[in-house]
């Protein structure tokens, strides 16, 4: 028990207090996207790039491992996009951001802090790869998506650059890529870059979590409508469910890397879903209430999924 309150007492009471001083101290919104520049720019790239190049290129799980995690992510979306599209009548732009409250979890600001703390460093690696290919094939499949439901108008060159500039140069990707050269290369940092890296990204996982909580706390929860229940089950039920039989089923990854992609799939919807639904104006207020809720809710399912984990009921391969 106390191991489980060692992983999720500082998870949950970082984003606590992020919520709480800028309640309590009416931190101003430019006070807010300071600590957004510092975490998405400097301290969280350190912490990609530093956790995949510092771990054996051969220990890193390949192919296999990624294109199941990034296939069940892909399953969740669909289930929840078919939900969405069937309770809004066929609106596809509503349906696609609703197909994102169910998949795009908050892997890039949340998952760090936890994957690292319950299972070790090794963790760290399957946290930045997992991420770089959710947010490849999420940040495809929305403006595809738009583009089939009449939002988004524009040509294919137009759209395919887009999603390319999207995806390539997202300092997280740009940063775990690099990583994964450095591990394969087997070279290591000079020592006053290394140093600086090791500051960066020892900061990386606290000052993100109180972001999350800051950032919360400037947003309002609204209408709960009929299917955001079903679309926060989805995300935070049968997404990490999805991911754990699959993996299990497949067979033969490391059982670190294996609870990292179940924990990561367990978190709530990230922040990028109302950034998208507001850019394609699809589904915006819902959405916010959506990430305050499914924050809120995983409070429980992520202290289940932890709690399974070191216990030791959750089994490597539950098929045997």
Not at 128 to 157: C, E, K, Q, Y
Not at 176 to 200: K, N, Q, R
Not at 259 to 277: G, I, Q, R
């Amino acid at each position: 028990m106390s191991e489980i309150a060692t992983v999720l007492l500082p998870f949950f009471g970082l984003i606590a207090f992020g919520f709480g001083a800028t309640r309590l101290m009416r931190l101003p919104a430019q006070g807010v996207s300071g600590l957004n520049l510092f975490v998405y720019y400097f301290a969280m790239p350190a912490w990609f790039f530093q956790l995949v190049a510092t771990i054996p290129f051969r220990e890193i799980e390949h192919w296999s491992f990624l294109i199941a995690t990034t296939f069940a992510t892909y399953c969740a979306f669909a289930i929840a996009f078919s939900l969405g599209a069937l309770l809004n009548r066929g609106n596809v732009p509503d349906a696609t951001i609703e197909g994102l409250v169910g998949s795009y979890a908050n892997i890039g600001y949340m998952a760090p802090a936890l994957t690292v703390a319950a299972l070790g460093p090794t963790a760290g690696a399957a946290t930045a790869l997992v991420f770089a290919f959710d947010h490849a094939l999420l940040f495809t499949i929305a403006p595809l998506m738009m583009a089939l439901g009449g939002t988004a108008r524009t040509n294919g060159s137009t759209m395919g650059r887009d999603i390319l500039r999207r995806i390539f140069l997202h300092p997280f990707i740009l940063a775990a890529f690099a990583g994964l050269a450095v591990s394969a290369v087997g070279v290591g940092m000079p020592g006053p870059i290394d140093a600086i890296l090791v500051f960066l990204s020892s900061a990386a996982p606290p000052v993100a979590l109180f972001a999350v909580g800051a950032s919360l706390a400037q947003k309002h929860v609204g209408r709960v409508t009929l299917e955001m229940p079903a679309l926060l089950v989805v995300k935070l039920i049968l997404h990490p469910l999805i991911v754990y039989l699959l993996l299990s089923w497949i067979g033969g990854f490391d059982r670190t890397w294996l609870f990292a992609a179940v924990l990561m799939a367990a978190l709530p919807p990230a922040a990028n879903v109302l950034a998208l639904a507001q850019k394609y104006e699809s589904y915006r207020d819902q959405s916010v209430t959506a990430i305050l809720l499914g924050t809120a809710a995983s409070v429980v399912t992520v202290t289940v999924v932890v709690t399974l984990i070191f216990s030791g009921d959750l089994p490597i391969n539950p098929f045997n």
